[in-house]
């Protein structure tokens, strides 16, 4: 049986559900942005009249509005986007219960077994789109496809707001003739590399042999060539609360620059902390560590290294991001932001090695103090304790 998947994505989610609390500027562009007082000061989501005029996503505030110089900025609602994301969530479970989320604001569905009951794909997706439009106030764009790629492909084609079904009989048609980058995972630094290469369209790569593609892109390479010929399978996984994370981080910007190492160490260990938790909840340990940095001229650098020993300890991750900082960067210019995060997860803890030194009692009773400190965040909320270590001194 022929699979039938939806992708919905929720049209501007951000500024859509912002204008929701915000009616009087319906009419107006309208721009999410980040605290400019915070240093965060930068487009989030527009509506489509913010668009009109060249705004884009991730630009500054100061760039945006020199494209549009009435553009009206509004803070982000984040508690709102969680809600009207769940209440999105529920209207697709009303036509299947294989829901895969793809961010906040987008979701796979597979409702092949639904069609008994609901009617063709582009029904469904049709249903769906008058659901969100009529109970939310919001809008969607759905793509109709037999496949994941394909059918997120699609809900890109009509916006805002519509239904786009690519099937086995129009693929070659519709798809092939589109640059490479509305491929899922065709980055821009893979687009440049199959251009360099003379290979600019989807239709290019599915005609491309798999073993230029491999010398280009390595093992990616083939990867893409299935996705341009139709030939994804991927299911569609919906998550459940015992899923293990692949990796798990925090980053922070702050009002001012980092210009020494003891305010990136109380940084890293503020947010070492959080990663700690995470681990601690999911029973992980971590072999692998990496730092994120961005400098105050947007440069960002990223460094990660794996150790022998595992761990779940806040300290030792931090520690371990301060070894890495000093090997990889000596504060040549200051640090707009800074993020700390763990990779190659795992359930089993490597063994304390005992020395002459009594390292591993140290070991011990730094373990003794972190699930103290676990055990009162998670009863008491995370703002309930912190390290003296963490706590800048007033001046």
């Known amino acids: 049986m022929e699979r039938v998947i939806l992708h919905c994505d929720l049209n501007n989610f951000f500024a859509s559900v912002s204008l929701l609390f915000n009616p009087t500027l319906a009419s107006l ?3 999410v942005c980040g605290d400019q007082e915070n240093r965060h000061g930068i487009v989030l989501a527009k509506n489509e009249i913010a668009k009109s005029y060249g705004v884009k996503t991730a630009e500054t505030i100061f760039e945006a509005k020199n494209k549009c110089p009435d553009l009206v900025t509004l803070p982000p609602l ?4 969680h809600r009207y994301s769940d209440l999105a969530r529920a209207v697709y479970a009303r036509y299947t219960d294989m829901i895969e989320p793809f961010g906040i604001d987008e979701c796979w569905l597979d409702v092949t077994g639904s069609r008994l009951l609901f009617g063709g794909g582009e ?11 009529t109970e939310l106030g919001i809008t969607a764009s759905v793509g109709v496809s037999f496949n994941k790629v394909f059918a997120k492909l699609g809900s890109d084609m009509k916006k805002p707001d519509g239904t786009t079904v690519i099937s086995r009989e129009n693929f070659k048609t519709t798809i092939w003739p589109l640059p490479i980058s509305v491929l899922l995972f065709a980055g821009k630094k893979t687009t440049q590399k199959l251009n360099s290469a003379g290979i600019f369209t989807v239709g290019d790569v599915a005609a491309c042999s798999e073993i230029t593609l491999t010398r280009l892109l390595g093992k990616s390479g083939a990867e893409l060539k299935k996705y341009a010929l139709g030939e994804d399978e991927a299911p569609v996984v919906t998550p459940s609360e015992n899923d293990i994370p692949k990796s798990i981080s925090r980053s922070v910007t702050l009002a001012k620059d980092f210009c020494d190492y003891e305010s990136i160490r109380r ?19 971590a072999s692998g560590v990496q730092i994120h940095l961005r400098t105050a001229s947007l440069t960002v650098k990223e460094c990660s290294r794996l150790y022998p020993e595992t761990t779940n300890s806040a300290f030792v991750i931090a ?3 301060m070894e890495i900082l000093k090997q990889n960067y000596m504060l040549s210019e200051p640090l707009r932001s800074v993020g700390i995060g763990v990779y190659r997860l795992t359930k089993e803890e490597s063994a304390v090695q005992e020395d002459l ?6 070991q011990i009773n730094q373990e003794k103090i972190e699930n103290s400190i676990y055990a ?4 008491f909320g995370a703002s309930t304790i912190a390290r003296a270590s963490t706590v800048e001194k007033e001046d």
């Open 319 to 321: 520690e371990r991001g």
């Open 267 to 285: 940084t890293f260990l503020k947010l070492a902390q959080s990663v700690s938790d995470s681990l601690r909840r999911h029973s992980l340990y």
């Open 357 to 362: 030194f009594g390292q591993s009692e140290k």
């Open 123 to 133: 029904e469904i997706a049709d249903r769906i789109r008058k659901d969100i439009r």
């Open 376 to 379: 009162l965040r998670k009863k």
């Open 78 to 81: 984040h508690r709102e986007y």
């Open 29 to 31: 562009p309208v721009a």
